[in-house]
């Protein structure tokens, strides 16, 4: 790290460009530099501490760890603009004006969608040129391929081909504006079971107030293009739909877990709805139809001021913080034998998986317990590195 003349902790270039090939990445300075001109990482700034031929170029704190979720991303994309939105849905702090783009973008691929669904809605048998169109059910219930959990779903719900048809006409039914058969139901059967009165969520004309509600939103969103809810959004809203999408998604995944837990389940973690919902937060498309269909229902103040409390869950950086990175860096050359242990092929199997990070912690510790006395002597000669307070074997890795 490098202390600027105003006095700030910056990171240089070279050590973020160390950083990344320490994790198992390969970074070019050239892409440093290009990642900079997009805007995804910044600012920068230069100086000539040894003379015009000693060009210095650093970035804020934290850059390092930002670039190396960059490149993990460009594995899944090489779009900047969609790294850009991915990034803020992590909760890193981008440039709005990427963010509102991407937004409108991705607005107006739904707006197309829907105008498809909405014409296939209208579409019956016998009318000639219509089969394109109706083609489009079918390529979103069976020929779009998907991976688990959702392609496992797919392939269940398609061995029904009535309960395929059925839910079909549901579906655009909803996409065109056709709520009849969402109306109320009779619930007697429920007021046995449970001994509760539903009648006293009813008023006077026999309208459900909670679907009512519910409903009137969805046709607010139904009744408004895509394009024009997303235009209609500022930083602050955007922030708070992040936020509240983040907690909501949680949410959902949690109840698939914990009925993976009580019922038995895939064994994938959050079980199969759970992983589902996961998937799907993970989906850039899927995260802007997200913040379109809650920012509608957040701007209804009876909803948004008895929400409950909740904290801004964003996605957590999966590997090694560039502070521990310069630990293991000094260990590794001041203890030969660590530096087996957190060669880039072993960091890059740490950082993709969960399993994997487990394992690394296991060898550094196990080693720390055979060699405590020559790592301890290392700590304690960089105390600008380690704490005064010496961790544990279990705590450094």
Known sequence: ????????????????????????????????????????????????????????????????????????????????????????????????????????????????????????????????????????????????????????????FRKNEEQYVESARLFVDLMAGRLDDFGPREVSLFEAATGYNFESDIDEDGVDQAGAGAFGMIMECLNSTSTEVAESLDEA????????????LQSMSNIGKMMSATYGGTGKGFGLAGTSFEKLSRDPDEQVLAILLLAVFLRNPEIRDNLPEFEERMAQFNGVTFQDYLRLRYLAEAVPGLGKLVTPERMKLAIESEDGMRRHEARIANYRADHADEIDRAIRSRPDLFPKQLPTAEAVT
């Open 1 to 156: 790290m490098v202390i600027d003349p105003k006095n700030e902790v910056r990171e240089s270039a070279q050590e973020v460009l160390d950083f990344v090939h320490f994790s198992g990445y390969e970074l070019s300075r050239d892409q440093l530099v290009r990642l900079h001109q997009k805007r995804l990482i910044g600012p920068v700034e230069t100086r000539y501490p040894g003379g015009r031929r000693g060009l210095e170029t650093t970035y804020p704190l934290g850059t390092a760890q930002r670039v190396l979720r960059i490149v993990q991303l460009k594995v899944t994309t090489k779009k900047f603009d969609e790294i850009a939105w991915r990034l803020w849905w992590e909760g890193y702090d981008i440039d709005f004006t990427l963010i509102r783009t991407f937004l409108l973008k991705g607005a107006a691929r739904w707006d197309v969608r829907r105008g498809m669904l909405r014409r296939a809605a209208d579409v019956f048998d016998g009318i000639e040129g219509t089969e394109g169109e109706r083609d489009l059910l079918d390529e979103l219930f069976h020929k779009k391929k998907t991976n688990f959990p959702l392609g496992t779903m797919r392939r269940r």
């Open 237 to 248: 809203e955007l922030r708070f739909t992040r936020q509240f999408a983040h907690f909501l």
